[in-house]
């Protein structure tokens, strides 16, 4: 027989006898289960000397008589409802007084198995136990689990008993059963680098670049290893690290992950992000004008870049070179990336033989609009074909050239003086001319 002690809700009996202003009532609530230990209460405002406490079935038999003190533990192993007569008195005056107690048959209250859960895994409920309800509540060391939720994490790595009570709603019968849970320990992954020379800055690379990574851990009992990417550009050696191509992954950001899992089955990841930096491409655009011709990047996306001409380096705010002739010369043009530590990217073309006059062997080019004063555009070339685009004014003579390097089917002129002009489309092979007039 168990004891329920101390008792969860407590009820007054609304039996009073009064003596002399002698009064006395028995604290206890109403339903207990069988085969538990209830404890039953006496309260007086005056002193009391004796208390003779008797038990009676449903059926008049008396199955307990005690002369104690003001509390009485009783309990028994039949269902029905039970009389408490407690007959008290002191040297002035005496009086008896009674209660009603119900028992029932307890529930049957099972809290469920569970099985062992990682350290890094998510709280989850404990809903596995008979029968559910707003009465069963679940309990770690006398302390109440909120909302029935169980978290590994807060729990920390142990084994632990956990305890679910189930009070029979409206009623102080109270059923228990316990169930344990083990949490189990997780690795903790690294990632290890062999950055590039050229790199200089963890976590970005640049495209030319190939990143050696390899992962470990921290704790004993992995039983395997296995990295994650979300990207191309990767070659997996053995499970234990990879090589990363940063031209095959291709610019911008790329997100590495390292997992683990260990004997217990428990895995956990790292993950890193890495950084490609592009191959700068510019856009070169060369003109003629007055004995001068003019170098521009037209995406002034350079850093740190250079103009050479023949060797000679040209300084100053304006990139151009000065010529007597139109002879032929070599134009070296170096940049770089945003990313300082990339390296550079050199472009040598040739400029000269500059036409001075059509050929009659060229063929027509489709330009649009003919009438502009900002953007045309051509089509029915492919442009990986394209060396160079010439515009030349009504007199044949070059006016401008753009030397191919990311060139795309527009042609800003938006610069050039009103009048009438050609543009002249240079393949290896082959030349094509259309018209069009600069508008104001």
Not at 100 to 121: F, Q, R
Not at 166 to 189: L, Q
Request: hydrophobic share 35%; glycine share 8%; net charge negative.
């Amino acid at each position: 027989m168990k004891l329920v002690f101390p008792l969860i809700v407590f009820l007054l009996a609304s039996f009073y006898t009064k003596a002399a202003g002698f009064k006395t009532e028995i604290v206890s609530t109403k339903i207990f289960c069988i085969n538990e230990l209830i404890p039953l209460t006496a309260k007086s405002n005056w002193p009391v000397t004796n208390f003779n406490w008797t038990i009676k079935d449903a059926n008049g038999k008396t199955t307990k008589e005690s002369t104690s003190d003001s509390t009485l533990l009783w309990g028994d192993t039949v269902i029905g409802k039970y009389t408490v007569e407690l007959s008290v008195s002191n040297a002035n005056s005496s009086l008896v007084i009674y209660d009603t107690i119900e028992l029932i048959k307890p529930p049957i209250v099972l809290a469920g198995k569970y099985d062992s859960v990682c350290a890094n895994a998510s709280p989850f409920m404990l809903d596995r136990a008979f029968p559910k309800g707003t009465s069963g509540l679940w309990y770690y060391n006398g302390k109440e689990l909120t909302g029935g939720m169980f978290n590994p994490a807060s729990f920390g790595v142990g084994k632990y008993q956990l305890t679910y009570k189930y009070t029979v709603p409206g009623t102080n019968c109270m059923v228990k059963d316990d169930a344990n849970i083990e949490v189990n320990a997780i690795s903790n992954p690294e990632i290890h680098h062999t950055w590039p020379n050229t790199s200089g800055n963890a976590n970005r690379i640049c495209f030319s670049d190939e990143l050696s990574m390899r992962g470990s851990k921290t704790e004993d009992g992995i039983s395997y290893r296995d990295w994650e990417f979300n990207g191309a550009g990767v070659q997996d050696f053995g499970g234990r690290g990879f090589i990363f191509d940063a031209s095959s992954a291709g610019a911008g950001s790329h997100k590495l992950t390292y997992t683990v899992e260990n004997r217990f089955g428990c895995t956990n990841s790292i993950t890193e992000t890495v950084v490609v930096s592009p191959i700068y491409f510019p856009k070169l655009h060369v003109y003629a004008h007055k004995n001068r011709v003019y170098l521009n990047d037209t995406n002034h996306l350079v850093y740190d870049a250079s103009w050479k001409v023949d060797g000679q380096t040209l300084t100053g705010a304006n990139q151009y070179y000065d010529f007597k002739t139109r002879d032929s010369f070599n134009v070296t043009y170096t940049g770089n990336s945003e990313y300082s530590a990339c390296p550079y990217k050199s472009y040598t073309f040739k400029v000269g033989n500059w036409p001075t006059s059509i050929s009659e062997t060229t063929k027509n080019l489709e330009v649009f609009p003919t009438l502009s004063n900002g953007i045309i555009s051509i089509s029915g070339l492919r442009l990986d074909q394209i060396e160079t685009i010439s515009v030349l004014n009504a007199s044949g003579q070059v006016v401008e050239i753009e030397i191919q390097s990311t060139l795309n089917n527009q042609i800003d002129v938006s610069h050039l003086e009103e009048g009438v002009y050609w543009l002249l489309v240079s393949t290896k092979t082959e030349q094509y001319l259309g018209r069009f007039i600069k508008q104001p």
